[in-house]
């Protein structure tokens, strides 16, 4: 796969970012591509491995290794290193409908569990993929294709984030009719709102929609199931009906103070702002602004580094980021071996920004939230902030983060965006449609199935599965999507 000797030939080499204090200026996407040949080169460096733990889509211990989507990566990288271009995009969209998404956004554990990165670098796999859709579109490979015959069945999608546009779009290729009802004023749900632009511009998701309604799949925004439009109607007219509303609940810090004003759900923040830039390049001034302001960013992973990008971008005066667990190590530890997904410390674009701006890495480990205090107006001036250390509870025998006595400070903080995670399904859409959640507040399914217990309804996504990855919502719509036609058909031919 790729050149057999290529691994050893050619260096990693990925696309190049503007720096910092440039990008800062703007909300566009900030890397610049490699050249076609230098393109060629890093697909060459997939080796031919003999057993391609990247496209496997497993657990190991909790954590995922390979790709949930069992792209054939080795395939396309050697399609793509011997300029094979349009196939190398056929052999990619056999298994994922939106390269152009996880190739954005995407925290690659493809690379992760690739067998160069035991010794040395991963292939750039993420990156190719991105190259291959991208060149797909710019020599007009990938364009509108609807289906030829159609089966009569209808078929309501409810969400039209990465799991309900991926259902969609293999349901409307086997020849059903496809109405997608997504709640917001935009197609994408968190594609759209739920992730800063400068990781995914939006006319990259316009650009796949406007095919998938070339292809006749309908899309009806502001309609709210369970709310605006009746569960009960959608039921009635439809043949089948997948929910794919995501795990929408988010998690909220309960401390003294919480309900002072400037405190805010970091989902809430980004969709502000993307809102803001769609609808008028914020000249309404209609989003949450982090100008001149002490920000505090609860909690890690990529929305609270979504958070201090755009606070960044918005001119903060400050920006302090919580963590509650240790700072990782930057090698795997011997507990954590390849292809495990590696637990060490990641300096994401935000965490870089802050850096070039302030001087130093936002993030306090091992710290949370004991109280926020509040003025006279009732606005969050100030946060009272304890460390945490890892304590064996001789009841359940597990350790957890406790705090240490006497560690309280106060910082200043006039704007609190919690980026603490989601918490499952909203009461709501359940209620409508009559289907049972689980503990987790997730839909209850069958083991590795995708139909509740109402009959016609299926659901896939976050709903299904709990918060997750772009890339394990797009598998479970492609599932979900199979589950359906089965349902429907009596058998399915796809993928």
């Known amino acids: 796969m790729g050149k057999p000797t290529g691994f050893m030939e050619y260096e990693r080499s990925s696309n190049k970012g503007i720096s910092p204090k440039i990008r800062i200026k703007n909300f566009n996407e900030f890397h610049t591509p490699l050249s076609d040949e230098e393109r060629k080169c890093q697909a060459a460096r997939c080796m031919d491995c003999g057993v391609p733990f990247c496209q496997s889509g497993i657990l190991i211990g909790g954590m995922t290794s390979g790709c949930p989507l069992n792209n054939v990566i080795p395939e396309w990288n050697d399609l793509l290193y011997t300029g094979n271009d349009e196939q190398a995009l056929m052999r990619l969209f056999k298994t994922n409908n ?10 690659a554990p493809c690379e992760a569990a690739c067998t160069n990165g035991i010794n040395g670098d991963p292939v750039a796999i993420k990156e190719n993929e991105d190259a291959i859709i991208e060149n797909g579109y710019e020599k007009g490979y990938v364009k509108a294709n609807p289906p030829k015959v159609r089966t009569g069945k209808k078929i309501a999608i409810i969400g039209s984030g990465p799991s309900g546009l991926a259902a969609a779009d293999q349901l409307n290729k086997r020849g059903h009719s496809i109405t997608v009802f997504e709640r917001s004023d935009r197609v994408g749900g968190l594609l759209r709102y739920g992730i800063p632009n400068m990781k995914l511009e939006k006319h990259v998701i316009d650009r796949r929609i406007d095919i998938m309604k070339e292809e006749g799949v309908e899309f009806i925004t502001g309609a709210n199931v369970g709310d605006n439009v009746k569960a009960s109607e959608i039921l009635k007219n439809y043949d089948r009906v997948i929910l794919a509303c995501g795990a ?14 400037g405190i805010y759900f970091a989902v809430d923040y980004l969709t502000s702002i993307t809102k803001s830039l769609l609808d008028s390049d914020f000249e309404d001034k209609a989003y949450i602004n982090a100008k001149d302001k002490n920000v505090l960013v609860i909690g890690g992973g990529d929305t609270g580094n979504d958070c201090v990008g755009s606070a960044i971008r918005h001119g903060a005066k400050s ?10 190590p930057e090698q795997r530890s011997d507990d954590n071996p390849w292809p495990q997904w590696p637990k060490v410390l990641k300096t994401d674009y935000g965490q870089e920004e802050a850096i070039a701006v302030f001087g130093k890495d936002p993030r306090v480990y091992q710290t949370t939230v004991k109280e926020f205090i509040a003025d006279k107006n009732g606005n969050v001036c100030k946060a009272k902030i304890v460390k945490l250390e890892s304590k064996l509870n001789p009841d359940t025998k597990r350790y957890s983060m406790v705090e240490v006595k006497g560690s309280e400070v106060e910082i200043e903080a006039d704007l609190v965006l919690i980026a603490a995670g989601f918490l499952g399904t909203q009461e709501y859409v359940a209620k409508a449609f009559g289907i049972e959640l689980n503990e987790r507040t997730n839909v209850t399914t069958k083991k590795d199935q995708y139909q509740t217990n109402v009959e016609k309804v299926f659901v896939a996504g976050d709903m299904h599965r709990g918060q997750s990855l772009v890339v394990w919502a797009i598998r479970e719509g492609r599932e979900a999507a199979k589950a359906v036609d089965i349902h429907l058909m009596g058998y399915s031919n796809l993928a």
Do not use: H, W, Y
């Not at 929408?248 to 004003?261: E, L, M, T």
């Not at 980021?321 to 990782?328: A, I, V």
């Open 98 to 107: 939106f390269p152009e998404f996880t190739g954005r956004v995407c925290p």
């Open 248 to 261: 929408s609940n988010p998690r909220d810090i309960n401390v003294s103070g919480r309900k002072s004003k």
């Open 319 to 328: 920006v302090v980021q919580l963590e509650m667990m240790p700072k990782p």
